[in-house]
């Protein structure tokens, strides 16, 4: 059963000069919560592409051994991760 989420506010104006391409762990906690509930058999496999590498890798390095998450695979993840945050930021 394939789940999928955007980030919070991926649709949305930005308003802050910051912008969060990474993620928040605790909205991936959110989608482990529902995806428990509904399917509690069920192994949870985490597909990250592109940015959302970065906070998958974030989730299993932080959970290591107590992760829901059993299978990581990363698509694409960044090179040079803050090099590219710098220039997005000097992009204003």
Do not use: C, W
Not at 22 to 45: A, F, M, R
Request: glycine share 8%; proline share 4%.
């Amino acid at each position: 059963m394939p789940i999928s989420y955007s980030r919070r506010g991926h649709d949305k104006e930005l308003t802050q000069s910051q912008f969060n391409s990474v993620g928040n762990l605790n909205d991936l906690e959110l989608i482990l919560d529902y995806i428990n509930s509904n399917y509690p058999t069920l192994p949870i496999y985490g597909l990250g592409m592109s940015a959302g590498t970065s906070l998958l890798a974030r989730y299993l390095g932080n959970k290591k051994e107590k992760s829901r998450i059993e299978l990581g695979i990363l698509l694409s993840p960044g090179f040079h991760f803050k090099r590219s945050q710098k220039l997005f930021n000097n992009y204003k």
